[in-house]
């Protein structure tokens, strides 16, 4: 896979999983149904997880393409933030759009 091809894989995977916590009733996304409704705490713990598991997926796909470059702090503080970016749809859609009731 080219380089192209791997920096937008990671795009692509990182919406998606972003997205996750805010669009179903599961447990990591395949776990059992949660009662009446998710706890807001519970899908920022599953946001949390799921950065972690993009995050694997573009280290391994960096080593792949060759020498990993060192990162520091900053390298997660963004890309936390970017990943709480692109998690607002999904925010958005679960608690200020959707009609409960």
Do not use: C, D
């Not at 795009?11 to 706890?39: C, E, M, S, T």
């Not at 503080?77 to 679960?94: Q, S």
């Amino acid at each position: 896979m080219s380089v192209t091809g791997s920096v937008w894989l990671v795009i692509v995977a990182a919406f998606i999983a972003a997205n996750l916590p805010f669009v179903n009733h599961r447990w990591l996304v395949v776990g059992p149904v949660a009662g009446q409704r998710k706890p807001l705490v519970g899908r920022l713990a599953e946001l949390l997880l799921l950065y972690v598991l993009v995050g694997g997926l573009a280290l391994l796909l960096e080593r792949r393409a060759g020498q990993i470059a060192p990162q520091g702090w900053e390298f997660y503080a963004i890309t936390g933030t970017l990943f709480l970016t692109l998690a607002f749809p999904g925010f958005v859609y679960r608690y200020l759009l959707r009609r409960h009731g």
